[in-house]
């Protein structure tokens, strides 16, 4: 059973930088590929997806939108997955949902099976 929880959300500046994490409290972590969505304020907006990574670090996917900003990573050792953002723009405002996947990898939010609740990221312009 996979049991995520993300943290580290907050009010940010534009320009600024956070650093999301999501621990995994359940087991076979590392038998997961991991990714970051998220969910914009407005009516109707659909969750996107962010970055993906493979169980074993090796596959990486960004959405244009974050590529060269944000940085996807994770810890098997430690049952952790991280998202570094930096320079955060307004339209990255949105609640970030990390999500487990059983497979080695993969880009479609209908192969997660296991979400956490979320964390708020508020950009401030």
């Known amino acids: 059973q996979v049991h995520l929880v993300e943290s580290g959300g907050g009010l940010v500046q534009a320009g600024g930088s956070l650093r999301l994490s999501c621990v995994d409290s359940g087991h076979d972590f590392s038998s997961y590929a991991m990714g970051w969505f998220r969910q914009a304020p407005a009516p109707g907006k659909e969750r996107d997806l962010v970055?993906?990574?493979?169980?074993?670090?090796?596959?990486?996917y960004y959405a244009d939108s974050v590529k060269g900003r944000f940085t996807i990573s994770r810890d098997n050792a430690k049952n952790t997955a991280f998202l570094q953002m930096n320079s955060l723009k307004p339209e990255d405002t949105a609640v970030y949902y990390c999500?487990?996947?059983?497979?080695?990898?993969?880009?479609?939010?209908?192969?997660?099976?296991?979400w956490g609740q979320g964390t708020q990221v508020t950009v401030s312009s």
């Open positions: 970055a993906t990574i493979s169980w074993g670090s090796d596959t990486i």
């Open positions: 999500a487990a996947a059983p497979w080695e990898f993969s880009t479609s939010d209908r192969e997660y099976e296991y």
